[in-house]
């Protein structure tokens, strides 16, 4: 079965430096992966999604991810964090099953901004 | 465009109280529906899907159902709530079709099962 596995519960960085969030995922086929972010008692929005082409895609603000096939990981970076960002972070891999796209999720990192 | 809407936000319900939570999607037709909960320091587990009115799949057995009588409403229901049915309950949308299609969630409903 699918599975994602994001080893870091909480991570903490100083505005403007550099943020890297792992995600490894394990998955038999080609992985579709998602990488989200949830304001604190909001749903959940895209940042980016990989399922073919250039392994490193770039989404909404200013983030990026590298998928690594020989690492089985998709990990999210962004070159200056703002302290907007702020929030949990969750990786995704697809799994298509009788017409629906089932996403499965890893348990999160928090990422904590400081001033 | 698109837009979701989930109500309520927060509900505080007694156990053994039914339950009813209800989304809606605007701006799509046909749309994959999905039924998420997310519990205190976890990820997010998929309880329901669907791919048209009346299609529900179930992944996980429990306490809970879910119904689609129109294409774009989807609703979560209990008879008699637990306490172990406290959580994050998100709702999802995404376009009938392959993995590379997203979802796109809602602002959630917070329920407290006291």
């Known amino acids: 079965a699918q599975s994602v596995t994001q080893p870091d519960i909480h991570i903490t960085v100083s505005e403007g430096a550099s943020l890297e969030l792992r995600c490894n995922y394990s998955y038999g086929a080609t992985p579709y992966l998602f990488w989200y972010v949830q304001s604190p008692g909001q749903g959940l929005q895209l940042l980016l999604k990989y399922f073919s082409g250039d392994t490193l895609v770039q989404g909404i603000k200013g983030f990026e991810a590298e998928f690594k096939r020989s690492q089985s990981s998709f990990n999210l970076r962004k070159p200056s964090v703002h302290w907007s960002d702020a929030a949990e972070y969750f990786c995704a891999v697809a799994l298509l099953a009788g017409g629906g796209n089932k996403l499965t999720f890893g348990t999160g990192t928090q990422l904590k901004v400081e001033l | 465009s698109q837009t979701i809407h989930q109500w309520p936000a927060t509900l505080v319900q007694p156990v053994g109280s039914p339950l009813s939570l209800e989304c809606t999607v605007e701006g799509t037709s046909n749309p994959n529906l999905y039924w998420y909960r997310q519990a205190a320091g976890r990820g997010l587990q998929l309880l329901f899907y669907?791919?048209?009115?009346?299609?529900i799949s179930s992944e996980v057995p429990q306490n809970l159902s879910a119904s689609r009588p129109q294409d774009r409403q989807f609703i979560l229901s209990s008879k008699k709530l637990l306490l172990s049915d406290s959580g994050f309950y998100l709702c999802?949308?995404?376009?009938?079709?392959?993995?590379?299609?997203?979802?796109?969630f809602g602002n959630g409903t917070r329920l407290t099962v006291t």
């Open positions: 669907s791919v048209g009115i009346g299609q």
């Open positions: 999802a949308w995404s376009v009938l079709g392959g993995r590379s299609s997203p979802l796109h």
